[in-house]
């Protein structure tokens, strides 16, 4: 197999992720990546933090094929074994329980 070129798209960014919502469409798993931004200054300015804002923006959209899909979640299961070997269980903020994703 030839030896891939890499190179790095023009609007290639860092994108820190707060949230995925998405779901299912014909021949393909659709993921929109999300960030939160949270503005607390007015709130601690004013001493009221119900001033505190959060303001989501959609930082990118992902279109998996079933079979990239299955890669994707092989690929980011091993690293979070390989992270919780490393540094610990990561708490689930619902407990575990996924039926509300299915």
Not at 52 to 74: D, G, N, V
Not at 80 to 89: H, N, Q, V
């Given at each position: 197999?030839?030896?891939?070129?890499?190179?790095?798209?023009?609007?290639?960014?860092?994108?820190?992720?707060?949230?995925?919502?998405?779901?299912l469409?014909?021949?393909?798993?659709?993921?929109?990546i999300?960030?939160?931004?949270?503005?607390?200054?007015?709130?601690?300015?004013?001493?009221?933090?119900?001033?505190?804002?959060?303001?989501?923006?959609?930082?990118?959209?992902?279109?998996?094929?079933?079979?990239?899909?299955?890669?994707?979640?092989?690929?980011?299961?091993?690293?979070?074994?390989?992270?919780?070997?490393?540094?610990?269980?990561?708490?689930?903020?619902?407990?575990?329980?996924?039926?509300?994703?299915?």
């Amino acid at each position: 197999m030839p030896e891939p070129e890499v190179s790095y798209s023009d609007d290639y960014k860092t994108i820190i992720v707060d949230g995925v919502i998405g779901g299912l469409k014909l021949g393909y798993i659709d993921a929109i990546i999300f960030s939160n931004d949270c503005n607390v200054a007015n709130a601690l300015k004013a001493n009221d933090m119900s001033k505190i804002t959060i303001k989501q923006q959609l930082m990118a959209r992902l279109y998996f094929s079933p079979l990239q899909a299955k890669q994707f979640q092989q690929w980011i299961t091993h690293h979070i074994e390989e992270y919780e070997k490393k540094f610990g269980a990561i708490p689930s903020l619902d407990g575990g329980n996924m039926d509300k994703w299915k």
